[in-house]
């Protein structure tokens, strides 16, 4: 612990403060990563003896597909028809439009990380992980961001954790305009954008992103042909088992109905079912209890129900929970400890009374450094116990275990945490869900 704490001093270099973000070389770093990750999937594609079409498919009938590759310099389409037993739909979403006059003069944020220079002033529309996760690295990349909140912060997350990732980001810069929408988008002559809210004010924008939401993108693939039926309003499938009204038809990650929309769901979801189809096995997608990640600039992990939504669905429960200095905080002068500590809740089913260390544990919320890492490790133990004695260990090491390093106190729990991920997780760096 010592050497990491003389490393640490060490390779903070001279003149930092004066250091200035080059965005053309992140956006080159970000694609370059993106072109290495497609080569690394085709990659493995080519060695299971996956064929590969780089195509846009449409279905042509109840077994038929109709693909059109863009070949060549001047990407002339070539259409081809292919034939399937059976098929499986993950044509996941795209970013839902404004929806208001000049809407298409706002970017998504796919767009953001392809934009040649950094975007300025910018306007967040949208108050989801998207549009709270793009305002808070613009806001430290030194962008002057407003997030446009029509009524709530992290719909769906626990009240009191969203609350403090507001006043978190508020406080380091980041404005949110709240109960307001935008009513137009309008192009200024010196390129800028003028937004009016819907009550009348406005302001001008260098960019603005629209994140309110993305929309299942299975209205250009011609459903009608193999009878496969989708939600009118977005474009979803009501599945069982990953599997569509069209018995041959299937369907995973973000197409599906009321499933989290997570990268590693929407992985783990296609290799049970191809395990169900080709492999002998029955283990069905478990979709309840997935641990998630959001990577504001307070970080949050949650896993099971909010307090408020555990508090409607039981007729008794308890919530524990504990502010904390976390190591790494201890040595920032950017940050307010004091003011924003760390936070840990677990909320449990008291309805059994007794021993507390037995009660059900109905949901864990998490805000401090590496959340998406400390969280996984108590989903793992969530599935495994669902007993508060667990949980509780981890309470206390927030609150008890102290010690001194050159005078400084230190935590050291995420240490246990580390040590417990590494014991209990194959990918300790995958985000969020671990199967
Ligand atoms: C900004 C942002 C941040 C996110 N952060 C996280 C995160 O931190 N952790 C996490 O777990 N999840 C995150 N997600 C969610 C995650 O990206 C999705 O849940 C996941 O990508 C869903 O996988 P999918 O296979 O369903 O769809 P996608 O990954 O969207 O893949 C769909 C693919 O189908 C292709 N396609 C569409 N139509 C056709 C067609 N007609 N023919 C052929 N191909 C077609 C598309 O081009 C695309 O390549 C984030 C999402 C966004 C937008």
């Excluded at 993950?90 to 220079?117: H, M, N, V, Y």
């Excluded at 993305?214 to 193999?226: F, H, Q, S, V």
């Amino acid at each position: 612990m010592s050497s990491s704490f003389v490393l640490f001093v060490l390779v903070v270099p001279a003149g930092v403060a004066d250091a200035k973000h080059d965005w053309p070389a992140m956006v080159a770093d970000v694609q370059r990563y993106i072109k290495s990750l497609n080569f690394a999937y085709r990659v493995a594609l080519r060695d299971a003896n996956v064929k590969y079409i780089n195509g846009l498919g449409k279905f042509a009938g109840p077994h038929e597909m109709t693909v059109t590759e863009f070949k060549g310099k001047d990407k002339v389409p070539k259409e081809t028809t292919i034939t399937a037993a059976r098929f499986l739909v993950a044509t996941g979403g795209r970013p839902t439009a404004l929806g208001c006059e000049g809407s298409e003069l706002a970017i998504s944020s796919d767009d953001l990380f392809s934009l040649p220079q950094a975007p300025g002033k910018t306007l967040c529309v949208g108050a989801g992980y998207v549009a709270l996760e793009c305002a808070g690295f613009l806001t430290a990349l030194g962008c002057d961001t407003t997030v446009l909140c029509r009524s709530m912060l992290l719909r769906g997350f626990d009240r009191e954790c969203c609350d403090k990732i507001g006043a978190y980001m508020e406080h380091g810069g980041t404005k949110i305009l709240r109960g307001l929408t935008p009513s137009s988008l309008a192009k200024q002559a010196n390129g800028q954008i003028l937004v009016t809210y819907s009550d009348g004010s406005s302001d001008t924008f260098d960019t603005v992103i629209a994140a309110v939401g993305r929309t299942a993108d299975t209205k250009g693939i011609n459903l009608e042909a193999c009878g496969v039926e989708a939600s009118p309003r977005n474009g979803k499938f009501e599945t069982k088992l990953e599997q569509t009204n069209v018995p041959h038809v299937y369907a995973i990650g973000d197409v599906l109905q009321d499933k989290p929309e997570l990268t590693p769901v929407a992985i783990q979801a296609g290799a049970l079912l191809a395990q169900r189809l080709f492999g002998g096995g029955n283990e069905a997608m478990e979709y309840e209890k997935v641990a998630t990640a959001v990577f504001t600039p307070l970080e949050y992990g949650a896993v099971g129900l909010s307090e408020e939504a555990a508090a409607e669905a039981y007729s008794s429960t308890e919530v524990f929970h504990s502010s904390f200095a976390p190591l790494e905080w201890s040595l920032s002068h950017e940050r307010d400890v004091e003011k924003f500590p760390a936070f840990v809740k677990v909320i449990c089913d008291s309805s059994l009374g007794g021993n507390k260390d037995l009660w059900p544990v109905l949901g864990m919320h998490y805000l401090g450094p590496n959340a998406g890492e400390v969280i996984q490790v108590h989903e793992i133990e969530g599935k495994t116990v669902h007993k508060l004695l667990v949980f509780s260990s981890f309470l206390r090491a927030c609150t008890d275990f102290e010690f001194t390093i050159f005078g400084f106190s230190f935590k050291p729990f995420f240490f246990f945490v580390s040590i417990l991920t590494f014991l209990l997780c194959t990918e300790p760096l995958c985000l969020s869900p671990v199967y």
